[in-house]
């Protein structure tokens, strides 16, 4: 069970990803992962913190750059 049967309840988008990385632009590959007999889970890990791996999501900006269109130098 997940999502609504399992409890959960919508809370809108927690982020957003890429299907593709882009030259030029820093972003880290996310991945769905899966603790055996429990839930899923997100990572950048690509061996999911030693739990099970389904598959690569896409791409999310790294940190550092998230935010980097709304610096204003001085």
């Given amino acids: 069970n997940e999502g609504y ?3 959960f309840r919508y809370e809108g988008i927690a982020f957003r990803a890429f299907a593709y990385p882009s030259a030029g632009v820093m972003k ?3 991945y769905r992962c899966f ?3 429990s839930a899923h889970f997100v990572s950048r890990d690509p ?3 030693g739990q099970i791996q389904e598959g ?3 791409y999310v ?3 550092e750059m998230v935010h980097r269109d709304n610096l204003v130098l001085r």
Avoid: D, S
Wanted: net charge negative; proline share 11%; with cysteine.
């Fill in 5 to 7: 049967r399992a409890g």
């Fill in 28 to 30: 880290a590959p996310i």
């Fill in 35 to 37: 603790v055996y007999g």
């Fill in 47 to 49: 061996n999911c913190e």
């Fill in 56 to 58: 690569l999501l896409g």
């Fill in 61 to 63: 900006a790294e940190p």
